[in-house]
């Protein structure tokens, strides 16, 4: 299943017997996925937090806040991912 991320209605790709159609959202589907967009935010601020807690403490672990900070940027391009999807643009 993959999400389209450009389309105006939030729709998801379902594969079939008789190929690929795209299809709107769920409720469920919708309900979940904003349960992750809420979760993935929820760990961002956390580890931006954690980074900032690093850095002050004056840790002499650079490895430790480079591998926080690519965690962090990933779960960053995670959340527009989701954003996109449950509040695609609406060209008006």
Known sequence: MYYELRSRKPTIW????NG???VPLTPEQRATLGME???KRQEHKDLDAAIH??????????M?????????????????????????????
Not at 53 to 62: I, K, Q, R, V, Y
């Open 14 to 17: 379902n594969h079939t017997e």
């Open 20 to 22: 690929d159609q795209m």
């Open 37 to 39: 967009l809420a979760t």
């Open 53 to 62: 807690a690093l850095a002050n403490a004056g840790t002499d672990d650079p």
């Open 64 to 92: 430790l806040v480079q591998r926080l900070k690519k965690k962090k940027l990933a779960l960053k391009d995670r959340i527009i991912e989701l954003e996109h999807i449950l509040l695609p643009d609406i060209i008006a």
